[in-house]
C-alpha cells in the first residue's frame, strides 16, 4: 500500500522533510515513489505540489496522521 508520509532530510538538530509517496513498508528514508513538496519545522517554511498531492489522494493513497495536519493547515484537504 502506498503512503504519503514525510522523509527525514537535513543535518543533525536541524532536520528538513519532505513531503514523498512511498511503499508503507520500506524505511522512512528509502526510496520514494514520487516527491510532492518540503516542510521546515524549525522555521515552519513548506512547499507542496497540490494539484498532484490532490491526484495521488485520488488514487487511493493514504496520508499519516502528520501530513494530515499539514495539509490541513495548508488549506489542500478539509
Do not use: C, H
Not at 528509502?30 to 494539484?51: A, H, I, M, S, W
Amino acid at each position: 500500500m502506498l503512503k504519503l508520509r514525510l522523509k527525514r532530510t537535513g543535518r543533525k538538530r536541524s532536520p528538513s522533510y519532505r513531503l514523498v509517496i512511498m511503499e508503507n513498508t520500506s524505511r522512512r528514508d528509502g526510496r520514494p515513489v514520487d516527491e510532492l513538496g518540503y516542510y521546515d519545522p524549525t522555521t515552519k517554511n513548506y512547499q507542496f505540489d497540490t494539484e498532484r498531492i490532490k491526484q495521488w489522494l485520488n488514487y487511493g493513497v493514504q496520508p499519516t496522521q502528520t501530513v494530515v495536519s499539514l495539509l490541513k493547515k495548508a488549506q489542500i484537504i478539509s
